[in-house]
């Protein structure tokens, strides 16, 4: 029997390889006293919807451009002059009782997510776009069968996956902050 994998959703992994420098730590913080509360949720996001747009995220900034051109190429390998670049990117501040429902990124060609600090045992669940009209549970869950991906994220780590993905954050059990940077892009060229 031949198998073919048809339509697969490509998510890039990538990190940092350091740990957060002093001044990036010092906007996270500031940046944290400036938020709006999600009160459905109970966790804060950034007002400011430029954080990399901050020359102390510089560094940073430039890594995730640099992997976002790197997921660009290897997985559209656009045949004419194309290139996305970062048009809004927030902080999320959640802790271990919040959760972020499932959401997708609207008006986005793809998104990512940075941590630059993480509990332990923290996820972003990606979930299957579309839907069977009739689901057979499976005895052992593989590419094919899994309708939710849970993808393990540690201090660090860059994910970064087309916007129309659906994708959650769900609880988790240390009592720690668990931060986030997100950002979307767009697509500009020929």
């Known amino acids: 029997m031949i198998i073919k994998s048809l339509f697969p959703t490509a998510v ?7 740990t957060v420098l002093d001044t990036e730590w010092d906007f996270i913080m500031e940046t944290s006293k400036n938020v709006k509360d999600q009160s459905v949720n109970i966790f804060n ?3 400011d919807k430029r954080v990399l747009d901050d020359p102390r ?11 976002v051109k790197s997921y660009f190429n290897e997985v559209y390998k656009p045949k004419n002059p194309v290139e996305l670049y970062i048009t809004e990117s927030w902080l999320n501040y959640m802790n271990d009782t919040n959760v972020l429902h499932l959401h997708n990124h609207t ?10 600090k993480m509990p332990d045992n923290c996820y972003l669940t990606f979930i299957k776009n579309g839907y069977d009209t009739i689901v057979v549970e499976p005895e052992e869950y593989n590419d094919y069968n899994s309708y939710t991906w849970r993808e393990e994220v540690k ?14 954050v769900d609880k988790y059990s240390e009592d720690k902050t668990r931060i986030s940077l997100a950002f979307n892009t767009f697509v500009k060229g020929d």
């Open 107 to 116: 008006n986005s060609f793809v998104s990512g997510v940075f941590y630059p």
């Open 12 to 18: 890039g992994s990538f990190n940092i390889n350091r």
């Open 57 to 67: 995220f510089f560094e940073i900034r430039r890594f995730i451009e640099k992997s």
């Open 155 to 168: 201090e660090g780590d860059l994910l970064i996956f087309p916007s129309k993905l659906a994708h959650a």
């Open 45 to 47: 996001i950034s007002k």
